[in-house]
């Protein structure tokens, strides 16, 4: 298809197998794949370096930092070659990349537990090329409090009321970096105050409208609102369970997928929408199972009567606008810096 092939297209979150994963330069049983991401016209993908939940011991959080830079070692490897991929940390750097004819590859953290409870790691993830983090994951941390307590955790239903001290600063301090608020898998209150506190935008990377599938990690119509309200973005995200109660893979269609997508354009506009997948996490359905059915999404858009301008910001423009205005912002916090110590 003529106008998915032209399009930037950007799914948002892509988790990674490891540490011993297939090659990504392979066809392999992975979902993304290289191979798969050029088969299916899917010119980037946002890789995550995803930490679980765990204690909250010294070296629980040492062990949960060092995992998440071994991971963005990796991600930054997979386009570290002349195979066909590169790595791109900018807005600018995607432009170019896509214009290249290259497969982008933007590194970023799933669950802010990776910090290992110090603010000063935020930075390390950011040189490593991450452009945003998830401040929760299945879990509370101590950042914030998740969609999802944990029992085995000893989780209480909630533990910081939304964000913590330590959360709200990291709010502050990934505005500073550069890096985007991603509010997927935090509590209703932990979203409203982060969308709220936060200098950019925030957008949740990988969930769903919960009018449709009533699920924790949807969000309701009041969250929706307040994205709208900020400026933010939600990425539909393909994981069955939360497009339709209960329902596994083979019963969920790329139909019940666009469907969020018109409920949430109708609900908060065409520029706070976009697309994701959370393959290799746990998405994929009927018609989209792996990278390579990417198109698929694009024809079944054309056939709901999005136009070339409509789509293009659901596949990727709207997240870059989230970018370019985190790079911005992150500019303006220097100047300022600079002009008061002078």
């Known amino acids: 298809m003529t106008l998915h092939r032209e399009l930037l297209t950007i799914d948002t979150h892509i988790d990674i197998p490891?540490?011993?994963?297939?090659?990504?330069?392979?066809?392999?049983?992975?979902?993304?794949?290289?191979?798969?991401?050029?088969?299916g016209g899917m010119a980037a993908g946002c890789f995550a370096a995803y930490v679980a939940q765990g204690l909250r011991t010294p070296e629980?959080?040492?062990?949960a930092y060092g995992k998440a830079i071994a991971m963005l070692t990796a991600i930054n490897a997979m386009g570290s070659t002349n195979q066909g991929a590169r790595?791109?940390?900018?807005?600018?750097?995607?432009?170019?990349?896509?214009?290249?004819?290259v497969t982008i590859v933007v590194p970023c953290v799933e669950n802010g537990h990776a910090m290992g409870g110090e603010l000063s790691n935020l930075a390390a993830f950011r040189a490593l090329g991450a452009r945003y983090m998830t401040i929760t994951h299945f879990g509370h941390n101590a950042l914030a409090d998740s969609s999802n307590p944990r029992a085995d955790l000893a989780d209480p239903v909630q533990e910081h009321g939304g964000l913590s001290e330590l959360g709200r600063a990291a709010v502050g301090e990934m505005n500073r970096l550069g890096m985007l608020v991603d509010v997927a898998h935090t509590s209703k209150n932990t979203m409203m105050q982060a969308a709220l506190l936060s200098r950019t935008p925030v957008l949740s990377t990988h969930s769903?409208?919960?009018?449709?599938?009533?699920?924790a990690r949807n969000m309701d119509d009041e969250q929706l609102d307040m994205l709208r309200a900020v400026g933010g973005v939600i990425q539909i995200t393909a994981v069955p369970g939360f497009l339709r109660?209960?329902?596994?893979?083979?019963?969920?269609?790329?139909?019940?997928?666009?469907?969020?997508?018109?409920y949430?354009?109708?609900?908060?506009?065409?520029?706070?929408?976009?697309?994701?997948?959370d393959f290799d996490g746990?998405?994929?359905?009927?018609g989209w199972r792996d990278a390579g059915e990417t198109a698929n999404l694009t024809v079944e858009l054309v056939a709901r009567g999005y136009g070339r301008h409509e789509?293009?910001?659901l596949w990727g423009g709207n997240f870059m606008r989230l970018l370019r205005m985190a790079e911005q912002r992150a500019e303006q916090h220097v100047s300022t810096a600079v002009l008061a110590a002078v």
């Open 87 to 101: 790595v791109c940390t900018t807005a600018d750097e995607i432009v170019q990349a896509h214009a290249d004819g």
């Open 208 to 215: 769903n409208v919960r009018a449709l599938c009533d699920n």
């Open 245 to 262: 109660t209960g329902k596994k893979a083979d019963e969920v269609t790329v139909a019940d997928y666009c469907d969020h997508v018109d």
């Open 311 to 313: 789509i293009a910001a």
């Open 60 to 63: 629980a959080n040492w062990a």
């Open 18 to 39: 490891f540490p011993d994963g297939p090659n990504f330069f392979e066809d392999t049983r992975r979902r993304v794949d290289l191979p798969k991401m050029k088969r």
């Open 264 to 277: 949430a354009v109708r609900r908060i506009g065409i520029e706070h929408v976009g697309l994701s997948s």
């Open 282 to 286: 746990g998405g994929g359905f009927s």
